[in-house]
């Protein structure tokens, strides 16, 4: 039998799952939010900090960044990183559902570059030299664009794709690759699982983590190829996922049925929710889509859109207050000041409560990253003099 949520249960339940509604998303810490996360997205771009290191925060608050760093990176490995909905941080007890991939690009043998002769080479570098990064094997470039990379760093991120090497730590922002032999606990390297039950075990993760998704939901969190996508339907179907089906009313009718963790339905979300500007790379907003139809709320990434053309800023963070995603924060710092290049509100959200809430998320933020002073720079003119109210009566 198919259950029917409204779109605002639907939305506490995914908050829940997600880790910003109630006291039970913050126990154990970073490393406990990895796992219920299933996988945190990693990007270059640095504002406020890395993305990663963002996520974290969002759900836990001021949780000091080495903490963070290590929930990830420490040693045993726990975490080892590979492609999910894009290059991720992944728990390293799911190494094994990721053989579905490592074996697709063994025998696609192309990726964004030919593969190089060189491969046997920079494997046994490894070998007997390892753990290496690309500055022991020859560098990542040939000089060129970032995409010109160097046979050696070719040949390396062929070997990470296909399982030979594994990243499961970072120094600085580079990888540090070692045998998947050495750095991956022999029970999971022996692990071995059909495509059809690395899909299944992988969309039931993703199903947990997102609480409630629509098929296309589950598709883009494991950034599943159409061959894959059939399989997803057939363990859907067959109730081997562990999802159960349900209808969320004032969802657009092609999205209204969805699949939903059976333990998330089993209790009423409640609790504190949190307030926090996301990463744009947060699993709860990195699919447009999905976001606009949980929050009614349009928002991309402006970073690669030429400056002239972008509306809300070169790293826009939502702000999520109350369960809703209330407005826009453009940040960047300078110094000890952390500065508000834009901030905006979203359509129906009264300036005076909005201005409390981006204030307070202005200025947690800004004693996180070791800030002593927040500046706003362009606001709309309603919410100016409500924020600078705001952001004194909070001032530490």
Same mark, same amino acid.
């Given at each position: 039998?198919? +259950?029917?949520?409204?779109?605002? !249960?639907?939305?506490?339940?995914?908050?829940?799952?997600?880790?910003?509604?109630?006291?039970?998303?913050?126990?154990?810490?970073?490393?406990?939010?990895?796992?219920?996360?299933?996988?945190?997205?990693?990007?270059?771009?640095s504002v406020l900090a $890395?993305?990663?290191?963002?996520?974290?925060?969002?759900? +836990?608050?001021?949780?000091?960044?080495? !903490?963070?760093?290590?929930?990830?990176?420490?040693?045993?490995?726990?975490?080892?990183?590979?492609?999910?909905?894009?290059?991720?941080?992944?728990?390293?007890?799911?190494?094994?559902?990721?053989?579905?991939?490592?074996?697709?690009?063994?025998?696609?043998?192309?990726?964004?570059?030919?593969?190089?002769?060189?491969?046997?080479?920079?494997?046994?570098?490894?070998? !007997?030299?390892?753990?290496?990064?690309?500055?022991?094997?020859?560098?990542?470039?040939?000089?060129?664009?970032?995409?010109?990379?160097?046979?050696?760093?070719?040949?390396?991120?062929?070997?990470?794709?296909?399982?030979?090497?594994?990243?499961?730590?970072?120094?600085?922002? $580079?990888?540090?690759?070692?045998?998947?032999?050495?750095?991956?606990?022999?029970?999971?390297?022996? !692990?071995? +699982?059909?495509?059809?039950?690395?899909?299944?075990?992988?969309?039931?993760?993703?199903?947990?983590?997102?609480?409630?998704?629509?098929?296309?939901?589950?598709?883009?969190?494991?950034?599943?190829?159409?061959?894959?996508?059939?399989?997803?339907?057939?363990?859907?179907?067959?109730?081997?996922?562990?999802?159960?089906?349900?209808?969320?009313?004032?969802?657009?009718?092609?999205?209204?049925?969805?699949?939903?963790?059976?333990?998330?339905?089993?209790?009423?979300?409640?609790?504190?929710?949190?307030?926090?500007?996301?990463?744009?790379?947060?699993?709860?907003?990195?699919?447009?889509a999905r976001t606009a139809?949980?929050?009614?709320?349009?928002?991309?990434?402006?970073?690669?859109?030429?400056?002239?053309?972008?509306?809300?800023?070169?790293?826009?963070?939502?702000?999520?207050?109350?369960?809703?995603?209330?407005?826009?924060?453009?940040?960047?710092?300078?110094?000890?000041?952390?500065?508000? $290049?834009?901030?905006?509100?979203?359509?129906?959200?009264?300036?005076?409560?909005?201005?409390?809430?981006?204030?307070?998320?202005?200025?947690?933020?800004?004693?996180?990253?070791?800030?002593?002073?927040?500046?706003?720079?362009?606001?709309?003119? +309603?919410?100016?003099?409500?924020?600078?109210?705001?952001?004194?009566?909070?001032?530490?």
């Amino acid at each position: 039998m198919q +259950l029917s949520l409204s779109s605002d !249960e639907a939305r506490r339940v995914i908050l829940r799952a997600q880790g910003f509604l109630g006291a039970e998303a913050r126990r154990g810490g970073a490393p406990a939010t990895l796992r219920r996360l299933g996988a945190v997205q990693l990007d270059t771009i640095s504002v406020l900090a $890395r993305s990663h290191e963002l996520v974290a925060y969002a759900r +836990l608050g001021a949780v000091g960044r080495q !903490e963070v760093e290590r929930a990830y990176w420490d040693e045993p490995a726990r975490a080892f990183e590979y492609w999910c909905h894009a290059a991720c941080i992944l728990p390293i007890g799911d190494w094994a559902l990721y053989a579905f991939r490592r074996r697709y690009f063994r025998a696609r043998k192309f990726r964004w570059h030919e593969v190089p002769d060189s491969v046997g080479k920079v494997l046994n570098l490894v070998r !007997e030299s390892g753990p290496v990064t690309t500055a022991d094997i020859g560098g990542a470039k040939k000089g060129g664009p970032w995409w010109d990379w160097s046979d050696s760093k070719i040949a390396i991120e062929w070997l990470l794709d296909t399982g030979e090497v594994v990243c499961t730590r970072r120094v600085g922002w $580079r990888r540090v690759y070692d045998l998947a032999e050495r750095a991956v606990p022999a029970d999971l390297l022996a !692990e071995e +699982l059909s495509d059809a039950e690395c899909v299944t075990r992988l969309a039931g993760m993703a199903g947990v983590a997102l609480g409630v998704a629509t098929r296309a939901d589950l598709v883009d969190f494991l950034r599943l190829k159409a061959p894959e996508a059939r399989l997803l339907d057939a363990c859907l179907l067959d109730g081997s996922t562990g999802l159960v089906p349900v209808r969320v009313a004032g969802w657009p009718e092609r999205a209204a049925d969805a699949w939903a963790d059976p333990a998330a339905l089993e209790s009423e979300p409640k609790g504190r929710h949190r307030t926090t500007p996301l990463s744009p790379f947060d699993s709860l907003v990195w699919d447009r889509a999905r976001t606009a139809r949980v929050f009614g709320f349009n928002h991309r990434l402006e970073a690669y859109v030429p400056k002239e053309k972008r509306v809300h800023g070169y790293f826009t963070m939502p702000v999520l207050a109350g369960g809703r995603l209330i407005g826009r924060i453009d940040p960047a710092r300078e110094g000890a000041t952390l500065v508000a $290049r834009q901030v905006s509100l979203e359509p129906g959200v009264t300036p005076g409560r909005g201005a409390a809430s981006l204030a307070g998320a202005l200025w947690e933020a800004a004693s996180w990253v070791g800030c002593e002073a927040v500046r706003v720079e362009r606001v709309d003119p +309603l919410l100016a003099g409500p924020l600078q109210d705001a952001l004194k009566r909070d001032a530490p």
